[in-house]
């Protein structure tokens, strides 16, 4: 059993280039001279055969496509096993529509998520007699796919930014943002793509890992405010930042970790650009920045 994971899309919610966005890395995305993104999902598997898929995005039809090992071996036979959402974001759970054409698989997540997904109706698009939720309690570990076992965790992060109402608690510690370990008899690698706070707790279950895919979603917390793109920081959005005493670069660098990578990153992300001193500066701090269709194994 050898744990592999593929990075079906390295950027956040919007992708690279994002529709509505004019900033540089969306423009240089446009002319093709920096690698364009989808938005956030990582699928996994562990016997070479059958995947699951972390995150659900808008973008999973075309990821799909250009992921080999994940098409039809027959007529309706698929290597996915599962799905499984770690928040109700739109970048995380809008693709579950395009898995509506009656294929079975089995859709994990906590009972919060279930919830937010059982209130959207859209979502009964995915006939209950063909795939089935199955509601994961945090802490448990579960079969996510052959050989893959699977547990939640909770992870400092807020509601989906459609749920969002009065005063918004950025660093919730709870089921409706998780995190996700993944085991195999031999190898432990994390899931984490978004992440508010990388607190004691954190730090302990993550010591010692073998591979982290961890939230790179800005350089600096106040990357979009500087690029005049709106008022939002990345604490607002419940995103620790790379760079900075209290970014991600820092936090990790004590950390005993075999391999980091940087998944969920916004386009405004000056590490987008493979020229960029951002991005030698992470990769000299050992951090690999996330591409679509990029393997670990
Ligand atoms: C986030 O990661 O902050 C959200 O996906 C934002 C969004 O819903 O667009
Ligand atoms: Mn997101
Ligand atoms: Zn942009």
């Known amino acids: 059993m050898t744990f592999r994971a593929r990075i079906l899309g390295a950027a956040a919610g919007g992708g690279l280039p994002q529709w509505n966005c004019g900033c540089k890395n969306c423009g240089l995305a446009r002319l093709g001279t920096i690698p364009s993104q989808t938005q956030s999902s990582l699928a996994v598997t562990a016997d070479n055969a059958f995947w ?3 995150n659900a ?3 999973i039809r075309h990821q799909l496509s250009q992921s080999q090992s994940l098409h039809p071996t027959g007529l309706r036979q698929l290597p996915l096993r599962s799905v499984l959402v770690t928040n109700g974001d739109i970048d995380h759970v809008a693709g579950l ?3 509506r054409e009656m294929q079975p698989f089995t859709l994990f997540a906590t009972a919060g ?3 937010v997904l059982a209130e959207n109706p859209i979502f009964d698009a995915l006939n209950s007699a063909v795939v089935s939720r199955e509601t994961i309690a945090l802490n448990q570990p579960f079969e996510l796919a052959p050989g893959l076992t699977a ?3 909770p992870v400092p992060g807020k509601v989906p930014l459609y749920l969002e109402a009065g005063d918004v608690q950025t660093d ?3 089921d409706q943002t998780v995190g996700v370990h993944l085991q195999t008899e031999d190898s432990s690698a ?3 793509p978004g992440c508010a706070l990388l607190n004691d707790d954190l730090r302990s279950r993550l010591d010692g890992a073998d591979l982290l895919f961890f939230d790179g979603t800005l350089w600096q917390d106040d990357e979009m405010v500087q690029a005049g793109l709106g008022q939002k920081t990345g604490q607002r959005m419940g995103h620790m930042s790379m760079s900075g005493p ?3 670069i820092a936090a990790f660098e004590d950390m005993r970790i075999g391999k980091k990578v940087f998944v969920h990153m916004n386009n405004t992300n000056p590490v987008l650009r493979p020229d960029s001193v951002e991005k030698a500066q992470a990769e000299a701090a050992g951090w690999i920045i996330g591409q679509d269709g990029m393997e670990i194994t």
Do not use: K, N
């Open 52 to 54: 699951a898929i972390l």
């Open 57 to 59: 995005s808008p973008d």
């Open 97 to 99: 529509l395009t898995l």
């Open 113 to 115: 998520i279930h919830q």
């Open 151 to 153: 547990t939640l965790f």
């Open 172 to 174: 919730l510690i709870g």
């Open 190 to 192: 994390f899931y984490i």
């Open 246 to 248: 209290e970014g991600s």
